[in-house]
């Protein structure tokens, strides 16, 4: 089997990912739905040739991580079909992959219903942005039009931090430095800190995994810098809680406090099925006004969930708000509507 042939069939059958796993027949995720590509069963040889071959596609990369972990991530690009993004695996003793589809083009924030006051969330120029939701939601896709809003109209220096790259993005208005950790840095941390000295407007970090990543990010944002990242996390309290649960208890109030002052704005978001069985995004959107900077200050961050659960304005959105207004342009359906609520009584009485 030619993985060349197999990724071009998959993009053409507009795939989100490409499952290569011994034991089964390639699969692709189509519209979220794992369609199988025929009945001929992978055996752990042929999905050791597989892997092997799309290592190959990669050029510069090695399978000595690979074998010595047991996994590894990376992205590559065959020209004229897509960029990919690879994890490959160990599993039951055989190699296997996932690969994410990623298009040359960069996503237009139109089509994908991604709604302008998200895209422009960066104009602020200082603070801290965070997208959140779970794996596979369109995170870094989110994130990549609030780049490239920035990048078409405004002068500025953007560096992005990234494991690995996803999106492409050349210089227009602004200066775009991106860096792969593990190919053009060491790790997060690493490149933050040296992001600091490389004179930067605005800096995208992949994600915020651990204490030391966070705090070097909010300190960044602290001095005067435009943030953006992600978190797995689903809700702006929960994200709140995320951040500040990270540090010690001592450290927990000023960080708190820290926290208030920094962050502008919290976009949750989730990927949902639509009527026409395609994928559409519904988002949770809190701007961080002075009343939740003082819960966030005094530690009331539970009654966050209060301000933005009746809310419903281009500023500030609930999920639940969000998927009400997505039923009532008949793009998704009552069950799913409520299948994806965070609070599916309450939404049933207004449905």
């Known amino acids: 089997m030619n993985v060349s042939a197999l990724l071009e069939r998959a993009v053409n059958n507009t795939a989100s990912d490409i499952?290569?796993?011994?034991?089964?027949?390639?699969?692709?995720?189509?519209?979220?739905?794992?369609?199988?590509?025929?009945?001929v069963r992978l055996m752990p040889d042929d999905t050791e040739d597989l892997v092997n071959q799309i290592y190959e596609l990669s050029g510069h990369r090695s399978m000595e991580t690979?074998?010595?972990?047991?996994?590894?991530?990376?992205?590559?690009?065959?020209?004229?079909?897509?960029r990919f993004r690879?994890?490959?695996?160990?599993?039951?003793?055989?190699?296997s992959a996932v690969i994410r589809v990623i298009t040359f083009n960069l996503p237009d924030s139109h089509s994908l219903g991604i709604p302008e006051n998200i895209?422009?969330?960066?104009?602020?120029?200082?603070?801290?942005v965070l997208v959140?939701?779970?794996?596979?939601?369109?995170k870094s896709t989110t994130l990549a039009c609030m780049v490239d809003h920035i990048n078409r109209t405004k002068d500025k220096h953007i560096i992005t931090l990234e494991d690995p790259l996803e999106y492409l993005h050349r210089h227009k208005k602004s200066i775009v430095s991106q860096r792969e950790i593990n190919v053009d840095t060491e790790s997060y941390v690493t490149a933050l800190r040296a992001a600091l000295r490389q004179s930067p407007d605005v800096i995208l970090l992949g994600e915020m995994r651990d204490y030391e990543t966070i705090n070097v990010?909010?300190?960044?944002?602290?001095?005067?810098?435009?943030?953006?990242?992600?978190?797995?996390?689903?809700?702006?309290?929960?994200?709140?809680?995320?951040?500040?649960?990270?540090?010690p208890p001592n450290q927990q109030h000023q960080i708190a406090v820290q926290l208030s002052m920094i962050l502008n704005a919290v976009v949750s978001q989730q990927l949902v099925p639509t009527v026409d069985g395609k994928m559409t995004p519904?988002?949770?959107?809190?701007?961080v006004t002075p009343a939740i900077r003082n819960m966030i200050r005094d530690s009331?961050?539970?009654?966050?969930?209060?301000?933005?659960y009746p809310a419903s304005s281009n500023d500030m959105i609930s999920m639940d708000n969000s998927l009400l207004k997505l039923y009532q342009d008949g793009i998704i359906d009552k069950n799913t509507a409520l299948l994806y609520a965070t609070n599916p009584e309450m939404l049933k009485k207004k449905l």
């Not at 895209?119 to 602020?124: K, M």
């Open 217 to 247: 990010a909010m300190t960044a944002a602290e001095t005067g810098h435009m943030i953006f990242s992600t978190l797995h996390t689903i809700g702006a309290a929960n994200t709140i809680d995320r951040i500040i649960d990270v540090f």
């Open 300 to 308: 009331k961050i539970p009654q966050i969930d209060g301000v933005i």
């Open 132 to 138: 959140t939701g779970p794996a596979g939601s369109g």
């Open 86 to 95: 690879v994890s490959a695996y160990k599993q039951r003793g055989a190699l």
């Open 66 to 82: 690979l074998h010595k972990y047991g996994d590894d991530d990376f992205a590559f690009a065959i020209q004229g079909i897509s």
């Open 19 to 39: 499952f290569i796993i011994a034991g089964l027949p390639v699969s692709c995720r189509v519209n979220g739905v794992i369609e199988r590509e025929d009945d």
């Open 119 to 128: 895209v422009s969330l960066g104009d602020s120029g200082k603070g801290m």
């Open 282 to 287: 519904a988002f949770e959107i809190m701007t």
